[in-house]
């Protein structure tokens, strides 16, 4: 079962896809795609997550790694706003800036599942500040709000993991899929403006083409192609409401070498064209 969000915001035109609401509580196991970060404005809840449970008081602060199912219980005078972050498609929210093994270890449950920051805590404050300036971003949509949220949802994940609430279980000693696949991705984060090509990844890497396409198509249900295409596209995205750059020059800057088939890919991805997707 998918999370319920009365009070929703709508979806940023940012490629991080955030919303915000009131989370529905009831006595369902939920699992989601989201990356979620909750704030108890009232009550109280005990959240059920595998073995463990937790009780959670007004002013608390928790995360929720994407696709965990876990359910609330004693929940009946609790009040829980939520700040969500989509993470259906990772190339959608690297844009450059999160690795992608940060990407791959929450999407693939290599992490801490749920962690509690309570009002005692050193980030407690800048962390409640963050969720509660990026509610009023995506509310209030003020000009350049996606810089703002972009801002704070990388402190807030910059506070888990440097302070050890949210750790990466394992990395090094995950599968020898896993393993090539973060080696062919990093590379691919670092080059996909240019004309990458599956050729040029397999000779840098070290690995094969065939097996190149074989890791996209079992570990992440997607193409070599489709992947460089969704980073470009997203870059694009994100260009396209934070600048005032012609359209021609954010294809070319984002790896596409025709606009043509920018427009033609960017509507087929997005449901409108690229100079509507900037009007919105």
């Not at 020898?176 to 973060?182: D, H, Q, S």
């Not at 040029?200 to 570990?219: C, D, M, N, P, W």
Request: a neutral charge; proline letters at 2%; charged letters at 20%.
């Amino acid at each position: 079962m998918s999370i319920k969000i009365s009070h929703a915001t709508s979806v940023s035109n940012s490629a991080f896809r955030v919303v915000c609401g009131e989370m529905m509580l009831d006595n369902s196991i939920v699992s989601h795609h989201e990356a979620l970060f909750g704030t108890i404005k009232s009550g109280s809840a005990v959240i059920q997550i595998a073995d463990s449970t937790q009780t959670m008081h007004k002013g608390d602060v928790y995360f929720v790694a994407p696709n965990v199912k876990y359910k609330f219980s004693d929940h009946d005078d609790a009040a829980i706003e939520v700040v969500t972050l989509n993470f259906a498609i990772p190339a959608a929210v690297t844009q450059d800036y999160m690795p992608q093994s940060i990407i791959r270890a929450l999407i693939n449950g290599n992490c801490t599942p749920f962690a509690l920051i309570s009002p005692q805590d050193e980030v407690y404050s800048d962390m409640l500040e963050k969720i509660e300036d990026i509610k009023q971003a995506e509310t209030q949509k003020f000009e350049y709000f996606q810089l703002k949220v972009y801002s704070d949802m990388y402190d807030l994940f910059y506070n888990l993991f440097s302070k050890k609430y949210v750790k990466i279980i394992d990395v090094e000693n995950k599968s020898k899929k896993y393993r090539a696949l973060v080696r062919v991705t990093n590379y691919i984060d670092e080059h996909y403006t240019d004309g990458i090509s599956l050729d040029e990844v397999a000779g840098q890497t070290g690995i094969s083409r065939y097996y190149v396409s074989h890791l996209f198509k079992e570990l992440m249900n997607t193409t070599f192609v489709g992947y460089v295409n969704e980073l470009r596209l997203n870059r694009a995205a994100m260009l396209l409401v934070t600048t005032d750059r012609p359209i021609i020059e954010i294809a070319s800057i984002s790896g596409f070498n025709n606009l043509s088939n920018f427009n033609r890919a960017f509507k087929m991805h997005f449901g409108k064209t690229p100079s509507a997707y900037r009007r919105a």
